[in-house]
């Protein structure tokens, strides 16, 4: 199958390191979840505190997984369709794709111009700080943390509908669309 401009093939497997990363930002976006129901809100007079430092700290791991991973998909391409899917089905795989990759590469940078406009330092566990990108109270900013917020929920529609998908692929259509992502048995 070729892709793109047709000079470089598709392979028709996914990676040991594509599904490392897949599995990899699968548990990060759990764990950010998880981080972002306990977290309080954030608001004009937020102070930072522990679980609002790790929610910024996971966001910017998130960020730097999906562009590696990102990277990985450009430099060796995978086909999503297999044999027997309909259009509209590889429409909606593409879209799916492309949408979570959107969200889970602007999303951090719109919760980072957030943080900033809320005069919240972002630091990486503690590790790495980041400088801020918005001014205080910067309007556009304030709004780019409501888009993150809309994006976020949108993003958990998107992981409903893909689980949705790969199970029904499984269990009703048993073809290989949850196993191509599955880690391979090894072999003794």
């Not at 994006?151 to 692929?169: C, P």
Request: aromatic share 10%; net charge positive; proline share 6%.
């Amino acid at each position: 199958m070729q892709h793109g401009n047709g000079s470089q093939s598709a392979t028709s497997g996914y990676s040991a390191m594509a599904k490392a990363l897949h599995w990899l930002i699968v548990l990060l976006v759990l764990a950010q979840f998880v981080v972002a129901i306990l977290m309080p809100g954030i608001g004009r007079n937020t102070v930072l505190e522990p679980l609002i430092s790790r929610h910024f700290a996971l966001g910017v791991v998130i960020l730097v997984v999906m562009a590696i991973r990102l990277t990985l998909r450009l430099r060796h391409p995978v086909p999503l369709d297999t044999p027997g899917l309909m259009g509209w089905e590889r429409w909606s795989a593409s879209v799916t794709h492309g949408l979570f990759y959107l969200i889970l590469l602007i999303g951090p940078f719109l919760g980072w111009a957030s943080a900033s406009a809320h005069s919240l330092s972002v630091n990486v566990f503690g590790l790495i700080p980041l400088p801020s990108i918005a001014a205080p109270k910067a309007r556009w900013a304030l709004t780019a943390g409501d888009i993150h917020t809309y994006m976020m929920w949108a993003l958990l529609a998107l992981i409903g509908l893909h689980v949705t998908a790969a199970l029904y692929h499984h269990f009703f259509r048993h073809d290989d669309v949850l196993r191509r992502m599955l880690p391979q048995p090894r072999n003794r």
